[in-house]
């Protein structure tokens, strides 16, 4: 697979967050985004005009506070929460989770090492520290899928979820590019699970560049080993388009 090429002034970038920008922790919350990678972020997003958003199962809220002071476009619990660069945040509309969640509170309380995180429209069991439950865990989000409307599972690296069925990081790439300053440009697309899959699909569809990063079968045509690669990437991107900026002045 192909390392992937560098970008011209008309693209659009997107990234994930976990495993993508950063490396995954050992809980959500200790990942840490370092003042080097805030700055990569910002300069990229000033040389393509604003064109570059995070693509996330995290909230938006959680996003901006790891970025802070940076206040990037950003769509959150995959899709199902999006804030574009008008600044306005639009929310998928979701059944009532709580008789799920009454059942999830149960079954992780009596199960260490599990950790069920809520999210607007969303309810994500962790099992990162419990690896050995998994088969469980599924079965419960199963029983849990089938206590809400609308919803369906997804699952990731130690996670399962249960998220909006019409939410998906394919929908809400889809949705900025029909905004400004996404609009007409190639959309570029970075991520390292299976949740990312359906907007590498996306973002190929209409002539844009899919890059995965990490191992795993993909429908990307790129590749990048790590997220310290996807740095060393974002450092010549932002090079290469300020020196064609400079001489196109
Ligand atoms: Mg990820």
Redesign the pocket.
Same mark, same amino acid.
């Given at each position: 697979m192909l390392e992937p090429p560098q970008p011209d002034a008309g693209c659009a970038l997107f990234f994930?967050?976990?495993?993508?920008l950063t490396e995954i922790a050992p809980t959500p919350d200790a990942v840490v985004v370092d003042d080097r990678l805030r700055g990569l972020l910002s300069m990229l997003s000033a040389a393509l005009c604003g064109a570059v958003a995070v693509v996330? +199962?995290r909230t938006v809220a959680d996003i901006d506070r790891r970025l802070e002071p940076l206040r990037l476009p950003v769509a959150g619990v995959h899709g199902a929460e999006r804030r574009g660069h008008d600044g306005y945040l639009r929310r998928i509309a979701v059944g009532d989770l709580r008789p799920a969640q009454a059942l999830l509170d149960a079954f992780v309380r009596e199960r260490p090492g599990l950790l069920l995180e809520t999210k607007p429209g969303s309810l994500a069991l962790h099992y990162r520290q419990a690896p050995a439950l998994e088969d469980a865990c599924l079965t419960v989000m199963s029983e849990a899928m089938q206590r809400v409307e609308g919803m369906t599972l997804m699952r +990731?690296?130690m996670i399962v979820e249960l998220k909006p069925r019409r939410a998906g990081k394919g929908h809400a790439v889809r949705a900025f590019l029909d905004e400004r300053p996404f609009r007409l440009r190639r959309p570029w697309f970075f991520?390292?699970?299976v949740?990312?899959e359906a907007a590498f699909e996306a973002v190929q569809a209409c002539g844009g560049v899919a890059v995965k990063v990490g191992d795993g079968e993909t429908l990307a045509a790129h590749r990048l080993p790590d997220p310290s690669a996807l740095h060393r990437w974002m450092a010549q991107a932002a090079h290469t388009l300020s020196r064609r900026s400079a001489l196109a002045r």
């Amino acid at each position: 697979m192909l390392e992937p090429p560098q970008p011209d002034a008309g693209c659009a970038l997107f990234f994930d967050f976990d495993g993508t920008l950063t490396e995954i922790a050992p809980t959500p919350d200790a990942v840490v985004v370092d003042d080097r990678l805030r700055g990569l972020l910002s300069m990229l997003s000033a040389a393509l005009c604003g064109a570059v958003a995070v693509v996330s +199962g995290r909230t938006v809220a959680d996003i901006d506070r790891r970025l802070e002071p940076l206040r990037l476009p950003v769509a959150g619990v995959h899709g199902a929460e999006r804030r574009g660069h008008d600044g306005y945040l639009r929310r998928i509309a979701v059944g009532d989770l709580r008789p799920a969640q009454a059942l999830l509170d149960a079954f992780v309380r009596e199960r260490p090492g599990l950790l069920l995180e809520t999210k607007p429209g969303s309810l994500a069991l962790h099992y990162r520290q419990a690896p050995a439950l998994e088969d469980a865990c599924l079965t419960v989000m199963s029983e849990a899928m089938q206590r809400v409307e609308g919803m369906t599972l997804m699952r +990731g690296k130690m996670i399962v979820e249960l998220k909006p069925r019409r939410a998906g990081k394919g929908h809400a790439v889809r949705a900025f590019l029909d905004e400004r300053p996404f609009r007409l440009r190639r959309p570029w697309f970075f991520g390292d699970d299976v949740t990312d899959e359906a907007a590498f699909e996306a973002v190929q569809a209409c002539g844009g560049v899919a890059v995965k990063v990490g191992d795993g079968e993909t429908l990307a045509a790129h590749r990048l080993p790590d997220p310290s690669a996807l740095h060393r990437w974002m450092a010549q991107a932002a090079h290469t388009l300020s020196r064609r900026s400079a001489l196109a002045r």
